[in-house]
């Protein structure tokens, strides 16, 4: 599914529940394999019929191109069918030079365009290569009949690319700096799983993504050390009622550990069991969900790194009044 050579590799990280080693998928330009067909069907076309030197030329030297694309991974690499791909890259490359290229007298090889009207190629040449481009054409079509390829269909409103490949993107860019590394991994990791339908999955990264946030967020409303964890979610939420009731400043704010609360309990603890499975509906409220608290954390902590009091903080903190003005 290709930006690079081999198409773009996408990283699924480790699953937090004992997966044993990462998986990689390669994305696959569909539109290759067409252009790879088209391109072996102008040399089969070439040489059944009488054609000039200058369609001969191209064509030759454009097979030649594709197929080493091919046997070098692109757009998918090659398994029964390589041995094949080569012998027809041989047969090419065996043609080309006998007709293109001549040798000193040192042996060094050099370029040389055929005269016009000369004949390049006896009907013999054009019979190997033929016979190359069938047996190749016969094990590959083979091995593409089992090949994996799959639709990916669109969740919701998400671009299936940007949520394969950079779902960390929907978090404002104003806050990155305080959204840690391992946040934006984990998230990323979950959109992928999202548009690919592993919805656990999905949930399970959505929850280290929030955690990751949350030690930030423990660290700075708490007066932590950097780098400073709790055991679990449980702890974090009493750690941060009690920087609120003890009037830390600045103060964590009541609406924000709510949802912590609120998604430990209905999210991330159930998804810890076997028996749960999520379906789109709960993955998709799990996904937006963990945004909304993520950039919600990630908004407190910017504003308290300027000195001033988050917004939320000073509602939750305010006397009724002006709590309800504000509201």
């Given at each position: 599914?290709?930006?690079?050579?081999?198409?773009?590799?996408?990283?699924?990280?480790?699953?937090?529940?004992?997966?044993?080693?990462?998986?990689?998928?390669?994305?696959?330009?569909?539109?290759?394999?067409?252009?790879?067909?088209?391109?072996?069907?102008?040399?089969?076309?070439?040489?059944?019929?009488?054609?000039?030197?200058?369609?001969?030329?191209?064509?030759?030297?454009?097979?030649?191109?594709?197929?080493?694309?091919?046997?070098?991974?692109?757009?998918?690499?090659?398994?029964?069918?390589?041995?094949?791909?080569?012998?027809?890259?041989?047969?090419?490359?065996?043609?080309?030079?006998?007709?293109?290229?001549?040798?000193?007298?040192?042996?060094?090889?050099?370029?040389?365009?055929?005269?016009?009207?000369?004949?390049?190629?006896?009907?013999?040449?054009?019979?190997?290569l033929a016979s190359s481009l069938d047996?190749?054409?016969?094990?590959?079509?083979?091995?593409?009949?089992?090949?994996?390829?799959?639709?990916?269909?669109?969740?919701?409103?998400?671009?299936t690319k940007a949520l394969v490949d950079?779902?960390?993107?929907?978090?404002?860019?104003?806050?990155?700096?305080?959204?840690?590394?391992?946040?934006?991994?984990?998230?990323?990791?979950?959109?992928?799983?999202?548009?690919?339908?592993?919805?656990?999955?999905?949930?399970?990264?959505?929850?280290?993504?929030?955690?990751?946030?949350?030690?930030?967020?423990?660290?700075?409303?708490?007066?932590?050390?950097?780098?400073?964890?709790?055991?679990?979610?449980?702890?974090?939420?009493?750690?941060?009622?009690?920087?609120?009731?003890?009037?830390?400043?600045?103060?964590?704010?009541?609406?924000?550990?709510?949802?912590?609360?609120?998604?430990?309990?209905?999210?991330?603890?159930?998804?810890?069991?076997?028996?749960?499975?999520?379906?789109?509906?709960?993955?998709?409220?799990?996904?937006?969900?963990?945004?909304?608290?993520?950039?919600?954390?990630?908004?407190?902590?910017?504003?308290?790194?300027?000195?001033?009091?988050?917004?939320?903080g000073l509602i939750n903190m305010a006397?009724?009044?002006?709590?309800?003005?504000?509201?």
């Amino acid at each position: 599914m290709g930006d690079q050579p081999h198409g773009r590799v996408l990283k699924f990280l480790p699953s937090p529940f004992g997966a044993a080693k990462e998986r990689d998928l390669d994305r696959i330009n569909p539109h290759d394999l067409y252009t790879l067909g088209q391109q072996l069907q102008k040399v089969r076309i070439t040489g059944d019929q009488d054609a000039n030197n200058s369609t001969i030329f191209f064509d030759l030297f454009g097979a030649q191109n594709i197929i080493r694309q091919l046997i070098g991974g692109q757009p998918v690499p090659l398994g029964v069918s390589r041995g094949k791909a080569q012998e027809l890259l041989n047969a090419l490359t065996s043609l080309i030079d006998g007709i293109y290229y001549e040798k000193d007298e040192q042996g060094n090889k050099t370029f040389k365009y055929p005269s016009p009207g000369e004949k390049m190629i006896q009907s013999w040449n054009w019979d190997h290569l033929a016979s190359s481009l069938d047996k190749f054409e016969t094990v590959f079509a083979e091995e593409m009949r089992d090949n994996a390829t799959y639709y990916v269909p669109r969740r919701g409103i998400f671009n299936t690319k940007a949520l394969v490949d950079t779902a960390d993107e929907a978090f404002p860019s104003g806050l990155h700096p305080f959204i840690p590394e391992k946040t934006r991994e984990d998230w990323r990791a979950a959109g992928r799983c999202l548009a690919f339908n592993l919805l656990s999955a999905s949930g399970f990264h959505v929850a280290r993504a929030v955690e990751g946030t949350i030690e930030s967020y423990y660290q700075k409303f708490c007066g932590q050390p950097a780098g400073s964890t709790l055991k679990g979610w449980h702890d974090y939420v009493q750690a941060l009622e009690g920087a609120r009731l003890n009037g830390s400043n600045p103060a964590p704010s009541d609406k924000t550990i709510a949802e912590i609360k609120q998604m430990k309990d209905d999210y991330r603890n159930p998804i810890a069991h076997p028996r749960l499975v999520l379906t789109e509906a709960d993955a998709r409220m799990l996904f937006a969900n963990g945004e909304s608290l993520i950039i919600g954390m990630a908004q407190e902590l910017c504003e308290a790194s300027k000195g001033v009091q988050p917004l939320l903080g000073l509602i939750n903190m305010a006397p009724a009044g002006i709590a309800g003005a504000a509201e």
